[in-house]
């Protein structure tokens, strides 16, 4: 079946550093979003990507999709205490599911 | 308007006991899902709905599972007889149409002891 990997599994940066996850699929994709769940909550949608090569920007936040529809990254300028939390892409497999990748858990050192 | 919400917001119950999550979505949202998020891993799909028809449930572990959603309103996950290897926080997740913004409950932190 359809896989999503996400990379890193973990970082841990400096606040003010940037920081980037990508998401990666087996498979061509239709659209692909991001969310976000900070430690105890519930993951919280950021943004859909649909077109190739789709980039978008959210303050500090940054979205592209890869001009193959396979893969995405998330890029955060300039890291915040409030940005902890772990990053998931989500993306439709098959006709009606909607898997998630494995998360990248971000820890930012102040 | 109101968001999902989920109930219980914990629960502990022992080995072999059964527990029922309640899921309510977001109101004319036909899709449902459950997740499920085991030890701050990823967050593995259970299973999904449009109204209350079970569309693709094939991340549901086992048949100690299982999930209704009767007239197609809120649904109901149970897990019967739990095992250890069960606990985690469930989520549900409600859309307005395939592909579309996923709204989640906070969750139902299930402990099996």
């Known amino acids: 079946g359809q896989q999503v990997m996400q990379i890193p599994q973990y970082q841990h940066v400096q606040e003010g550093e940037d920081f980037t996850t990508y998401c990666n699929s087996s498979t061509t994709l239709s659209n692909i979003q991001w969310y976000k769940q900070r430690p105890g909550g519930h993951p919280v949608f950021l943004i859909q990507?649909?077109?190739?090569?789709e980039v978008k920007k959210q303050k500090r936040l940054t979205f592209q999709f890869g001009e193959a529809k396979k893969n995405s990254s998330l890029h955060i300028t300039a890291t915040q205490t409030t940005d902890v939390g772990t990053y998931f892409c989500?993306?439709?497999?098959?006709?009606?599911?909607?898997?998630f990748g494995t998360g990248t858990r971000l820890k930012v050192l102040a | 308007e109101a968001g999902v919400t989920q109930f219980p917001s914990h629960s502990v119950i022992e080995k072999g006991q059964t527990v029922t999550l309640r899921c309510d979505p977001i109101s004319g949202h036909d899709n449902l899902y459950w997740y499920r998020r085991v030890m701050g891993k990823e967050i593995k799909f259970l299973l999904h709905?449009?109204?209350?028809?079970?569309?693709?449930e094939s991340g549901m572990p086992n048949n100690r599972f299982l999930a209704e959603r009767t007239g197609g309103t809120y649904s109901t996950l149970k897990v019967q007889p739990a095992e250890l290897e069960d606990s985690g926080v469930y989520f549900c997740a409600s859309t307005r149409q395939v592909n579309t913004e996923a709204f989640f409950g906070q969750g139902t932190r299930l402990t099996v002891v």
């Open positions: 989500g993306v439709g497999s098959g006709t009606y599911k909607y898997i």
């Open positions: 990507l649909v077109k190739s090569g």
């Open positions: 709905f449009v109204k209350e028809s079970k569309q693709d």
